[in-house]
């Protein structure tokens, strides 16, 4: 019996450090994470520098994310007006982000996160399998400016648009 009131007991702690989501103001977690392009991202690289957004998506090839991956290529010039880097991040494993990026015309880096790690860290992992569609916005000070939970996949660059202007994002130097 007492055993069992100790399982529950852990479980319930780790339910409860598992529920501490992010909040805005909140200094983003740092990740180093490898893109569809080749190069390696690293938050810490763009504190000081530049906003930073990144998009999570559930699995790459489903319908709500080739939605959302084509409108933010599609529209990326409207992104590209602000001094900001974005992307969209997932936990499948690279190969896969690369093959997704080339089918879907995308012109930003796809991260990936087959450890999961980051995905954790952001809260943003689901039953341990893949990430939910939420999207951070990290400002030049490295902290969380937003979080957006109800991403709508066919109008996401619309959206981040009208966020980074929201939030005053500098525009890029032309």
């Given at each position: 019996m007492k055993s069992l009131v100790l399982l529950c007991c852990l479980a319930l702690s780790a339910f409860t450090a598992q529920?501490?989501?992010?909040?805005?103001?909140?200094?983003?977690?740092d990740f180093t994470l490898h893109g569809s392009d080749g190069n390696t991202y690293t938050l810490a690289?763009?504190?000081?520098?530049?906003a930073v957004v990144i998009a999570w998506f559930p699995k790459a090839f489903t319908s709500g994310c080739t939605i959302e991956c084509k409108s933010l290529a599609q529209n990326g010039d409207q992104i590209r007006k602000y001094d900001v880097?974005?992307?969209?991040?997932?936990?499948?494993?690279?190969?896969?982000?690369?093959?997704?990026?080339?089918?879907?015309?995308?012109?930003?880096?796809l991260l990936s996160d087959p450890s999961k790690e980051v995905a954790e860290a952001y809260g943003v992992l689901q039953m341990g399998?893949?990430?939910r569609r939420e999207t951070f916005y990290i400002g030049v000070d490295g902290t969380?400016?937003?979080?957006d939970r109800e991403v709508q996949p066919g109008t996401s660059a619309q959206d981040m648009v009208a966020s980074?202007?929201?939030l005053g994002v500098a525009l890029a130097k032309q």
């Open positions: 529920a501490a989501e992010l909040k805005v103001g909140d200094p983003a977690p690289d763009y504190k000081g520098k530049q880097a974005y992307f969209m991040a997932s936990v499948d494993p690279l190969k896969e982000n690369i093959g997704f990026a080339e089918s879907t015309g995308a012109d930003f880096p399998v893949f990430a969380i400016l937003k979080i980074l202007q929201e």
